[in-house]
């Protein structure tokens, strides 16, 4: 059975930083695309960040620059580097694992960005 745990968030004030952890459990991390996504009060979920299993990443057009995102095929974990954070960000942070063309997720883990 697949699990994922997140774990960083919290309070941040503008233009501070945040980091992601994600941590992992069964076989499939080292050859699964990891994303993070975000879900701010009464919007949909976004795609924040991802990499591949090679370690090609792709981000939001909003991040680049600020975020970055990481793996560690021997601790099984992804991470999210955020910084420079923005009031907007203010959202539950989902990490994700894809694998053999099914998603298996995080419970989320809260930022808040206050001003």
């Known amino acids: 059975q697949v699990q994922l745990v997140e774990s960083g968030g919290g309070f941040v004030q503008a233009g501070g930083s945040l980091r992601l952890s994600c941590v992992t459990s069964?076989?499939?991390?080292?050859?699964?695309?990891a994303r993070w996504y975000c879900q701010a009060p009464g919007k949909q979920r976004e795609l924040v960040a991802g990499i591949t299993r090679g370690g090609s990443t792709n981000y939001a057009a909003s991040v680049k620059g600020r975020f970055t995102i990481s793996r560690d095929n021997a601790k099984n974990t992804v991470y999210l580097q955020m910084n420079s954070l923005k009031h907007e960000e203010t959202a539950v942070y989902y990490c994700?694992?894809?694998?053999?063309?099914?998603?298996?997720w995080g419970q989320g883990t809260q930022v808040t960005v206050y001003s």
């Open positions: 069964g076989n499939i991390f080292r050859v699964s695309t």
């Open positions: 994700s694992l894809n694998w053999n063309y099914r998603d298996y």
